[in-house]
């Protein structure tokens, strides 16, 4: 009997084309053609950026006075600072610590925000109530004065602790993502109020799986997708948050050349040096715009509402 | 109406009391001492120090020390700047008008560049008008305010020395030629923020019409011969716009992330570059107070939103 059906199964599955929520997702996303062009403007990026300072060996902090201010020649693609550093080498590796804050703290939001949607939507209640009312507060801090003023209170401290570059780097990273969650905990409690009550939870529970099982195994997985669009877009603004706090001159110190701490050195020297300001703030601008454009790809591949052939 | 209005009122009140809440926690959590320069200062003997500490109440239980802070804040009693001796109230009042015209200005160029755009957008979607716009939206709201800033010093004062990229508050002139001066210094601040209010605002009224514009009632206001603006600016747009007041009001947070970063390219005299110059300079006192005007801001907007939502909508009714 094996013998007879074995052809016959692997027939069917041959012609049926195995599709998942993923493959249909991917498909949909190769279809977004500017999400397309972002995800490889951001590639090329993040490939120059851990790739280049090992290929293009010229020293981010070489002080040479003869070469100050000079804009972009062969010796130097990008021009030159104030004090003849190599601007190609410190956007570099500016890139290295803005994309990786940007990472970095879009991880802790979504950690915290799904941690407080999942527990908000699941539980239900007075700790539902209490966490949204929290959640509620938190949108209508301030943001950037916030940010301000916890950096300005607690960075000695940290520095002295943990040393410049990781005491910053932690304390930069916390914050911007420890003020941003709300969103997604709202997104994730909305997917659960939603999800809990469907068949397939339902059979899990009747089945007799614990609470927590359904939530990480049948609850979870299904409302990542608005919380990976979320995800995305958080990059964007966290790389921002940390260019503007090291644009106002609050973030990194002067020798950690993030891009806007670049742009925070370059901008008393615009009307002689334009080109210190305009690489690291075209970097920046690149970055954001193809981390946007792969978010709205993603939003239309993950959002199973939309039919994108209607276009 | 009235009721409706009080019971927003009382509603604020819980939150700015969680606010303040927020803030004196970050203070209390904060290492280091305000006296701490006494401290390495050797011309001062330690029974000063302790005797100042007794004094302001620094050696009090937690609880005790925020119910002291956040009578006096309610009293309109914010403390002395350590940096420039005047009292913290007194200098923000001086600040915050700077601030507020020009966000409100800003605000409203914003609106004024979303409102036509995005409904154009929606009621002709995937046209090539559309395609620009969207387009322009996306690269507008990716583009940070400081960068744009830095480009239109560079562009509209370096380059053509049309605009002047120093805001000042003392304008030594009269008349017209005030008024001229006036919204030359505030065309860039006011711009670098409209413009970026005015991308993120596109894409929210363009979504906002295009989900009205299919529903049965604009299909009826057409059917019983109203003529097209008709239906659009009644019908369409003002229903639109509720999502957009809400997404506006949980945006403003938001918008003063730019202002202060305006403020600071631009030198506009306004609490944001009130805010960087306290922080640099240390003084607690005036940071404090900044912080928790700014949240202030944010709850009066909402509650601006709400009545606005309101108005919008009437079944939502002053209940």
Same mark, same amino acid.
């Given at each position: 009997?094996?013998?007879?059906?074995?052809?016959?199964?692997?027939?069917?599955?041959?012609?049926?084309?195995?599709?998942?929520?993923?493959?249909?997702?991917?498909?949909?996303?190769?279809?977004?053609?500017?999400?397309?062009?972002?995800?490889?403007?951001?590639?090329?990026?993040?490939?120059?950026?851990?790739?280049?300072?090992?290929?293009?060996?010229?020293?981010?902090?070489?002080?040479?006075?003869?070469?100050?201010?000079?804009?972009?020649?062969?010796?130097?693609?990008?021009?030159?600072?104030?004090?003849?550093?190599?601007?190609?080498?410190?956007?570099?590796?500016?890139?290295?610590?803005?994309?990786?804050?940007?990472?970095?703290?879009?991880?802790?939001?979504?950690?915290?925000?799904?941690?407080?949607?999942?527990?908000?939507?699941?539980?239900?209640?007075?700790?539902?109530?209490?966490?949204?009312?929290?959640?509620?507060?938190?949108?209508?801090?301030?943001?950037?004065?916030?940010?301000?003023?916890?950096?300005?209170?607690?960075?000695?401290?940290?520095?002295?602790?943990?040393?410049?570059?990781?005491?910053?780097?932690?304390?930069?990273?916390?914050?911007?993502?420890?003020?941003?969650?709300?969103?997604?905990?709202?997104?994730?409690?909305?997917?659960?109020?939603?999800?809990?009550?469907?068949?397939?939870?339902?059979?899990?529970?009747?089945?007799?799986?614990?609470?927590?099982?359904?939530?990480?195994?049948?609850?979870?997985?299904?409302?990542?997708?608005?919380?990976?669009?979320?995800?995305?877009?958080?990059?964007?603004?966290?790389?921002?948050?940390?260019?503007?706090?090291?644009?106002?001159?609050?973030?990194?110190?002067?020798?950690?050349?993030?891009?806007?701490?670049?742009?925070?050195?370059?901008?008393?020297?615009?009307?002689?040096?334009?080109?210190?300001?305009?690489?690291?703030?075209?970097?920046?601008?690149?970055?954001?715009?193809?981390?946007?454009?792969?978010?709205?790809?993603?939003?239309?591949?993950?959002?199973?509402?939309?039919?994108?052939?209607?276009? | 109406?009235?009721?409706?209005?009080?019971?927003?009122?009382?509603?604020?009140?819980?939150?700015?009391?969680?606010?303040?809440?927020?803030?004196?926690?970050?203070?209390?959590?904060?290492?280091?001492?305000?006296?701490?320069?006494?401290?390495?200062?050797?011309?001062?003997?330690?029974?000063?120090?302790?005797?100042?500490?007794?004094?302001?109440?620094?050696?009090?239980?937690?609880?005790?020390?925020?119910?002291?802070?956040?009578?006096?804040?309610?009293?309109?009693?914010?403390?002395?700047?350590?940096?420039?001796?005047?009292?913290?109230?007194?200098?923000?009042?001086?600040?915050?008008?700077?601030?507020?015209?020009?966000?409100?200005?800003?605000?409203?160029?914003?609106?004024?560049?979303?409102?036509?755009?995005?409904?154009?957008?929606?009621?002709?979607?995937?046209? +090539?008008?559309?395609?620009?716009?969207?387009?322009?939206?996306?690269?507008?709201?990716? *583009? /940070?305010?400081? !960068? &744009? #800033?830095? %480009?239109?010093?560079?562009?509209?004062?370096?380059?053509?020395?049309?605009?002047?990229?120093?805001?000042?508050?003392?304008?030594?002139?009269?008349?017209?030629?005030?008024?001229?001066?006036?919204?030359?210094?505030?065309?860039?601040?006011?711009?670098?923020?409209?413009?970026?209010?005015?991308?993120?605002?596109?894409?929210?009224?363009?979504?906002?019409?295009?989900?009205?514009?299919?529903?049965?009632?604009?299909?009826?206001?057409?059917?019983?011969?109203?003529?097209?603006?008709?239906?659009?600016?009644?019908?369409? +747009?003002?229903?639109?716009?509720?999502?957009?007041?809400?997404?506006?009001?949980?945006? *403003? /947070?938001?918008? !003063? &992330? #730019?202002? %202060?970063?305006?403020?600071?390219?631009?030198?506009?005299?306004?609490?944001?570059?009130?805010?960087?110059?306290?922080?640099?300079?240390?003084?607690?006192?005036?940071?404090?107070?900044?912080?928790?005007?700014?949240?202030?801001?944010?709850?009066?907007?909402?509650?601006?939103?709400?009545?606005?939502?309101?108005?919008?909508?009437?079944?939502?009714?002053?209940?």
């Amino acid at each position: 009997m094996s013998v007879a059906t074995a052809p016959a199964a692997r027939l069917v599955r041959s012609a049926v084309p195995r599709t998942s929520l993923w493959r249909d997702a991917t498909r949909r996303f190769r279809r977004h053609r500017l999400a397309m062009v972002g995800f490889t403007v951001l590639l090329a990026l993040v490939a120059a950026v851990l790739v280049g300072p090992y290929v293009y060996r010229v020293p981010i902090n070489e002080i040479d006075f003869k070469a100050k201010l000079k804009g972009p020649s062969r010796a130097h693609p990008l021009g030159t600072d104030d004090l003849g550093q190599d601007l190609l080498a410190r956007v570099l590796y500016g890139g290295r610590i803005s994309l990786a804050v940007g990472v970095v703290a879009m991880l802790i939001s979504i950690t915290i925000g799904t941690s407080i949607g999942a527990a908000a939507g699941q539980l239900g209640g007075a700790t539902d109530h209490t966490l949204m009312r929290i959640t509620d507060l938190f949108l209508s801090l301030p943001q950037l004065p916030l940010l301000l003023l916890i950096v300005y209170l607690f960075r000695n401290a940290l520095t002295k602790w943990l040393g410049p570059e990781a005491g910053v780097f932690i304390l930069v990273v916390a914050v911007i993502g420890g003020l941003r969650w709300m969103p997604v905990a709202r997104l994730v409690r909305a997917q659960f109020l939603s999800l809990r009550e469907r068949e397939f939870v339902e059979a899990a529970r009747s089945l007799g799986a614990p609470p927590l099982r359904q939530v990480i195994r049948h609850i979870l997985p299904n409302a990542l997708g608005p919380v990976i669009v979320a995800g995305s877009l958080d990059v964007a603004a966290a790389i921002i948050a940390e260019s503007s706090l090291s644009f106002l001159g609050l973030g990194f110190p002067p020798d950690i050349p993030t891009w806007g701490r670049i742009l925070y050195d370059a901008k008393d020297n615009l009307d002689f040096a334009p080109h210190w300001a305009l690489f690291p703030g075209t970097a920046i601008f690149l970055t954001v715009l193809s981390i946007n454009y792969i978010g709205d790809g993603l939003r239309d591949a993950l959002d199973p509402r939309k039919v994108l052939g209607a276009k | 109406m009235s009721r409706y209005v009080l019971r927003r009122l009382l509603i604020m009140v819980p939150v700015i009391f969680g606010i303040s809440l927020v803030l004196f926690t970050i203070l209390a959590l904060a290492p280091g001492d305000p006296f701490e320069e006494l401290a390495t200062n050797p011309n001062v003997p330690p029974e000063v120090r302790m005797n100042l500490r007794a004094k302001f109440g620094l050696d009090d239980p937690l609880p005790v020390r925020y119910a002291r802070w956040l009578t006096s804040m309610a009293r309109g009693d914010w403390g002395f700047s350590f940096v420039s001796r005047v009292n913290v109230e007194t200098l923000i009042m001086q600040r915050l008008p700077t601030s507020l015209f020009v966000l409100g200005t800003a605000q409203l160029l914003g609106l004024l560049i979303a409102l036509p755009i995005g409904t154009y957008s929606a009621l002709r979607p995937y046209s +090539i008008f559309d395609q620009i716009a969207t387009t322009l939206a996306f690269i507008g709201f990716s *583009l /940070p305010t400081f !960068f &744009t #800033g830095l %480009v239109f010093i560079l562009v509209f004062s370096i380059w053509l020395d049309w605009l002047p990229f120093i805001y000042r508050a003392d304008i030594a002139a009269t008349g017209w030629r005030w008024w001229w001066e006036h919204a030359r210094q505030a065309a860039m601040p006011v711009a670098v923020l409209g413009l970026f209010q005015g991308a993120t605002l596109t894409r929210f009224v363009r979504s906002a019409v295009l989900d009205v514009i299919r529903l049965d009632y604009v299909n009826t206001a057409r059917a019983k011969g109203l003529s097209e603006g008709v239906t659009v600016v009644k019908h369409v +747009i003002r229903n639109a716009l509720i999502p957009v007041v809400t997404l506006v009001a949980l945006q *403003l /947070p938001g918008i !003063f &992330t #730019g202002a %202060v970063i305006t403020e600071q390219i631009f030198r506009v005299p306004g609490i944001g570059s009130l805010l960087i110059s306290s922080i640099l300079a240390n003084d607690t006192p005036v940071i404090m107070a900044i912080t928790f005007v700014f949240s202030c801001l944010v709850v009066i907007f909402n509650l601006v939103a709400d009545l606005l939502y309101g108005w919008l909508d009437p079944r939502i009714a002053y209940r």
